[in-house]
């Protein structure tokens, strides 16, 4: 349990990241006319469909991971199992695109950032904006499903983790709590629509890398040091089968 | 664009089942439902409600098939066992209530295709997947209702959301194809700024007449042919010449329609109606080209329409199979996978992407192809005849020797000039530019008469001057030095045109003129028989002439003297010995024969494009370009067979997976939709080819080289580029 509250801490302090660019869509998604509960319902869908994006890449993720941790289609027993040499590469593999990631967000490896982000989606992102502004409650609820599909170092990085997790399960919880972590930020966004100072912006963004800085090197050490993994499945609740 | 033969979004051909759309307020064809989506995405506006509609259903179908996945793969790793057990079957009515509107939504248009092609007695690629989906859907919800163990929601959702996707992507692909096309089919939907008086009104191409003025901003393509009347700028006419540079136009320039206007403001007086503009032309003739299918077309669609009906029973017969063996779910998955996984969409994609490439990549150099047939033809060809005069020469005529009775041979030329040039006639120019190469003034010549079919007569210090044929001497009775008179016998001869000058009642010269071989035909031909082809020279000119030619450029074999009818004979037994022959004309002379040629091609015709005979026409000086489309149509082709190698193999593997149990229907689904994908990159490798290179620059050098000796003493050679 405690790892998934991590990760939702670290959803949470990476979505100071988000302010950039999701908060602008948040923004533009603006109130509804129909009063205060309405504005809330509409911010709630479009935060429903992201997080399902999200989710449904963690499990596939997930899923990815433990088709390469188990060739023989056994399923791996993660509860105080040994980890298997597949996996050990999978975390270090994962352990070190986050830290790529991470690192992109103190402003180095800028190559790295136009890998991450530069799939050429801008024009897709852009024919996207006629939803904002189309009524009914489906088109929040589809724009949230598009978005979770925008390049974003930071669904990477977790959707890395995910991969690392080698299980559909385990996947898809990571990144449900990584979607939820980044809740507070985006409703806010949405429903205050105020937007934050730019210098805090920044220090957001600098949190952010802290935290995926963090979980890169834990994802890294399980995939290197013995006892760094049996500390990983040490925590009370562990990586649930 | 207004024609709905082609499709809005990827310029292929629609075929019988278009599906149209309002997009921004205009009626659209598009082929498939791939192009339909793909084109509003990118070219909807905001406030266009139809564009976000569509979005809006692919987002909420994504939602609810991406939550059926996730519960889906919640249930396969098990984790409704145990004590959750009897939670089974709520899941399983949760899935089977997120599907029923999924299905809705992602499978209607594939719903809406089956149905009108059945409407029209046929069967299509969609009704796989509408049969294979609504099984499964079916059988999954009769499950759920006798509470059975196993649903296959996520199957049916996930099968339908990838077939979407694979569309869209794979239309997306598609439309950088029509990428190169666009500015040629322009010419039909372009709009025209007239200016009439102090109003401007904006006005489409076709209603634009004559002597009308037309305003072009800087940034806008010249709508029309004219001349300039206003305003200084550069254009680029890269869509109609081939060429890509920059040409300054100012007062009193002509501009050609389809050209883009650079930098300045302009105002054109059209020079003809909107829809003559060789611009015009060429898009009918491209629309015309994209609209007919290949030979290869033909056969992969008729393999596509036969295929399904089999496909339907294979999959059928492996459900049949295998439900003596396994559970009739077992079965019927299996027998979906076989649906899911003969999809021949790729198969019918194959042949047109490319040939549409190809079209493009050769339209932007210049080279109009006005049947897609034409580059598989070439590809395959082995033979390349051509036509002398205007296909490997300049077809304009020049001095190349003069032999005189003792008299100054700058006085013969400067007094030959001063006649000439009051002649239009080719030789009239070739002999003032002989004149003016070696710096003389023309002798002034008054009186001056043309004898039609004999030459030219003047007076000049007060004595007869004339130029002219042998005939023309002897009828003046005008006397000849008997050497003189001999060599010109023997230089006609030999096939050079002779034209006799003489003054005084005396013939005093004889000019020899010929036509000068391009200096890029032998280079030309070089390159082409470095990629293995044979080249021949048919001419209906004289051996000697022929032959000289033939040396010029490299050519071995070369047979003259032949009437049109002669050439097409000729054409006739090589295609016994070559099987496909292409022949290379200047389209003006031997229409006839490029038309009977397996391909013709015309070299900088300037006839017009709809009296046409060859169906491939290479701009003005465009023969240096020749091996170059050489190279064009093998890609092409090479493309087409891989990209029908791959379809069909692919399909062949998959299916026999399939019917062995080996294959899941979702993964089908997702390799089904990456070939599709496969063959669109692979298509779009065309692309990638290099621009021509020009092997060798028309220079004068070049020229002299090329040009004939002569066994003359008194002037050598005066050869070079005559008329610039």
């Known amino acids: 349990m405690a790892y998934y509250l991590m990760l939702f801490a670290a959803g949470f302090a990476g979505s100071f990241h988000c302010i950039g660019m999701c908060g602008g869509f948040a923004c533009a998604l603006g109130r509804d006319p129909h009063g205060h509960a309405a504005t809330v319902l509409r911010h709630l869908l479009y935060n429903t469909g992201r997080l399902t994006t999200y989710c449904f890449l963690g499990g596939l993720a997930g899923a990815l991971g433990q088709v390469i941790c ?25 352990g070190l695109l986050m830290i790529g990631m991470a690192l992109q967000f103190f402003g180095l490896l800028q190559g790295f950032h136009r890998l991450a982000s530069g799939f050429g989606s801008s024009a897709f992102a852009m024919s996207l904006r006629s939803l904002l502004t189309a009524r009914g409650r489906a088109a929040p609820l589809a ?39 980044t809740f507070p930020a985006m409703l806010m966004m949405g429903g205050v629509g105020q937007v934050l100072a730019p210098a805090w912006r920044q220090r957001g963004v ?31 609740g562990g990586h649930p089968a | 664009m207004t024609d709905d033969r082609l499709c809005r979004h990827c310029l292929l051909t629609i075929g019988r089942r278009a599906m149209r759309r309002t997009v921004n307020g205009e009626n659209c064809a598009f082929c498939c439902y791939g192009c339909c989506i793909a084109f509003q995405v990118r070219s909807g506006k905001s406030e266009e409600w139809e564009a976000a509609w569509l979005l809006i259903r692919l987002g909420v179908g994504g939602f609810l098939s991406m939550n059926i996945m996730l519960f889906s793969l ?5 984790a ?20 029923t509107p999924a299905l809705v939504i992602l499978g209607g248009p594939f719903l809406r295709e089956t149905w009108l092609d059945g409407v029209q007695g046929r069967l299509r690629s969609s009704a796989l997947i509408v049969v294979g989906v609504g099984a499964a859907y079916i059988y999954s919800a009769f499950a759920v209702i006798e509470r059975g163990t196993h649903v296959y929601f996520d199957t049916a959702t996930m099968v339908l959301m990838l077939f979407t996707v694979g569309r869209y992507l794979e239309a997306a692909g598609r439309a950088r194809a029509a990428r190169d096309l666009e500015p040629l089919l322009a010419a039909e939907s372009a709009c025209a700024t007239v200016v009439n008086g102090g109003a401007e009104t904006r006005r489409a191409v076709r209603d634009v007449k004559a002597r009308m003025l037309v305003r072009v901003r800087p940034g806008e393509r010249i709508p029309v042919d004219g001349v300039v009347t206003e305003g200084e700028s550069h254009t680029d006419e890269a869509v109609i010449t081939g060429e890509s540079r920059q040409v300054a136009k100012s007062v009193g320039s002509p501009v050609i329609a389809g050209s883009i206007n650079l930098d300045g403001p302009l105002l054109i007086q059209s020079s003809g109606a909107g829809t003559t503009t060789r611009w015009a032309q060429i898009c009918r003739s491209v629309r015309d080209a994209l609209v007919r299918r290949s030979p290869t077309q033909r056969i992969a669609d008729r393999v596509v329409g036969a295929s399904v009906p089999v496909v339907l029973a294979l999959g059928g017969l492996t459900m049949l199979y295998w439900a003596q063996w396994l559970p009739l779910e077992r079965a019927l998955l299996f027998g979906l996978a076989v649906l899911v996984v003969a999809c021949p969409c790729a198969v019918g994609l194959a042949a047109p992407l ?29 033979l390349l005849a051509f036509d002398k005069t ?40 070739a002999i003032t530019t002989a004149a003016a190469v070696r710096g003389l003034d023309p002798v002034v010549t008054g009186d001056v008469r043309i004898l039609p079919g004999r030459g030219i007569r003047g007076n000049a210090d007060g004595k007869a001057v004339v130029a002219g044929n042998g005939a023309l001497m002897s009828e003046l009775g005008w006397s000849v030095a008997p050497a003189l008179s001999e060599h010109g016998r023997s230089l006609e001869a030999d096939g050079y045109s002779v034209i006799y000058i003489g003054w005084g009642e005396q013939v005093r010269a004889a000019l020899a003129l010929d036509d000068s071989v391009l200096p890029e035909a032998r280079s030309t031909v070089e390159a082409l028989r470095s990629r293995g082809l044979h080249v021949l020279l048919l001419s209906g000119d004289l051996a000697h002439a022929t032959q000289r030619v033939a040396v010029a450029a490299g050519i071995q074999d070369a047979q003259s003297g032949l009437s049109p009818e002669a050439k097409r004979a000729a054409l006739r037994q090589l295609r016994q010995r070559y099987n496909v022959v292409a022949m290379v004309g200047d389209g003006l002379n031997d229409g006839p024969v490029l038309a009977d040629a397996d391909i013709g091609i015309a070299v900088g015709s300037a006839t017009d494009l709809a009296r046409e005979t060859a169906a491939l026409v290479l701009p003005r000086d465009g023969l240096w370009m020749l091996p170059w489309v050489v190279d064009v149509a093998r890609a092409v ?12 193999g692919y399909n062949c593997i998959a299916v026999t997976l399939a019917m062995l149990g080996w294959l899941q229907p979702v993964l089908a689904a997702a390799v089904m939709a990456g070939s599709s994908i496969i063959v669109v990159l692979n298509s779009l490798r065309l692309e990638r080819l290099p621009n021509p290179v020009p092997s060798a620059a028309p220079d004068q050098s070049a020229a002299v080289e090329s040009a004939p000796t002569m066994h003359t003493s008194s002037l050598p050679i005066i050869a070079g580029q005559a008329i610039p």
């Not at chain 2, 339209?363 to 082995?382: H, I, K």
């Not at chain 2, 082709?637 to 069909?648: G, K, P, V």
């Open chain 2, 80 to 99: 409704f066992t145990g004590v959750d057990a009897r939670l089974l079957p709520w899941v399983h009515l949760l899935l089977w209530i997120f599907a």
């Open chain 1, 70 to 94: 188990t060739p023989q289609g056994m399923t791996v027993s993660l509860v105080g199992g040994p980890l298997d040499a597949a996996q050990r590469i999978l975390a270090i593999v994962a």
């Open chain 2, 354 to 382: 490319a040939t549409s490439l190809g079209i493009g990549r050769l339209a932007r150099c210049g080279c109009l192809v006005r049947d897609p047939g034409v580059l598989e033809a070439l590809a395959r060809t082995r």
């Open chain 1, 206 to 236: 600098w949190l952010a890398g802290s935290c995926i800085l963090l979980l890169g090197l834990i994802t890294l050490s399980r995939g290197i040091l013995p006892i760094a993994a049996h500390i990983a499945h040490g925590w009370p």
């Open chain 2, 390 to 429: 205007g296909t490997l020469t300049s077809g304009r005529a020049h001095v190349v020797g003069i032999e005189t009775d003792g008299a100054g041979t700058d006085e013969v030329l400067a007094r030959a000039a001063g006649l000439e040039r009051y002649s239009e006639h080719g030789f009239g120019h």
């Open chain 1, 143 to 181: 724009f949230g499903v598009f978005n979770g599909f925008l390049p974003c170092p930071l669904v990477y990085a977790f959707v890395a983790e995910a991969t690392s997790t080698a299980g559909a399960l385990p996947g898809f919880l990571t990144m449900a709590s990584f979607g939820l972590g």
């Open chain 2, 637 to 648: 082709r090479m493309t087409i067979l891989t990209n029908l190698m791959w379809a069909f």
């Open chain 2, 74 to 78: 919640l249930l396969y790793t098990g």
